[in-house]
T-cell receptor, first 112, second 117 residues
Framework: GNSVTQMEGPVTLSEEAFLTINCTYT??????LFWYVQYPGEGLQLLLK?????DKGSNKGFEATYRKETTSFHLEKGSVQVSDSAVYFC???????????FGKGTRLSVIA | DAGVIQSPRHEVTEMGQEVTLRCKPI?????LFWYRQTMMRGLELLIY????????DSGMPEDRFSAKMPNASFSTLKIQPSEPRDSAVYFC???????????????FGPGTRLTVL
């Protein structure tokens, strides 16, 4: 079946530090891959996505590259800000309008 | 667009009572998803609809849970009777089936925080 595994948190970083949140997946076929972010008290928002191998999704300084050979989609940001404190979810979708399969989420806290 | 609308935002009820959560998807979207989020289990898919038809309800935990989508602009998730272990944040999401297999983004509502005492 389809599954997503992401690094457990919480992750605590100082402002301007480099961020990596690891995500690996298991899927049949060629899934699309997503990172969603959940700010405190809010619903999930799409942060970035990639629909095929070697695609790089990017948004708000965050990047992730779809690596088929390692079945990974790691999230990176070169310099985090306090406002990036949130829970980050890696997810995949295999086809059409089937549901997303989510990882368990990684809580990021950035301190000034 | 107002986005996905959920009501109520917060619900506190006593064990044994009926709870109804409501969702209005984004206009024009043809898929709707109900998720439950808890600290212990993370984000779980409960049920989803395509074109108002339930496609997969295997995530619905028990017969106490039921969901309906009477039309394209409204869905309900009902718990009857409610139990303390149902306490969670319930999210509704909607998406649009794209053409040529494009995998549409899911848009999430703000969630309903349910507390069953």
């Amino acid at each position: 079946g389809n599954s997503v595994t992401q690094m457990e948190g919480p992750v605590t970083l100082s402002e301007e530090a480099f961020l990596t949140i690891n995500c690996t997946y298991t899927a049949t076929g060629y899934p699309s891959l997503f990172w969603y972010v959940q700010y405190p008290g809010e619903g999930l928002q799409l942060l970035l996505k990639a629909t095929k191998a070697d695609d790089k999704g990017s948004n708000k300084g965050f990047e992730a590259t779809y690596r088929k050979e390692t079945t990974s989609f790691h999230l990176e940001k070169g310099s985090v800000q306090v406002s990036d404190s949130a829970v980050y979810f890696c997810a995949l979708r295999n086809s059409g309008n089937t549901p997303l399969v989510f990882g368990k989420g990684t809580r990021l806290s950035v301190i000034a | 667009d107002a986005g996905v609308i959920q009501s109520p935002r917060h619900e506190v009820t006593e064990m044994g009572q009926e709870v109804t959560l409501r969702c209005k998807p984004i206009s024009g979207h043809n898929s709707l998803f109900w998720y439950r989020q808890t600290m212990m289990r993370g984000l779980e898919l409960l049920i989803y609809f395509n074109n108002n038809v339930p496609i997969d309800d295997s995530g619905m935990p028990e017969d106490r849970f039921s969901a309906k989508m009477p039309n394209a602009s409204f869905s309900t998730l009902k718990i009857q009777p409610s139990e303390p272990r149902d306490s969670a944040v319930y999210f509704c999401a909607s998406s649009l089936r794209g053409v040529a297999g494009v995998k549409g983004e899911q848009f999430f509502g703000p969630g309903t925080r349910l507390t069953v005492l």
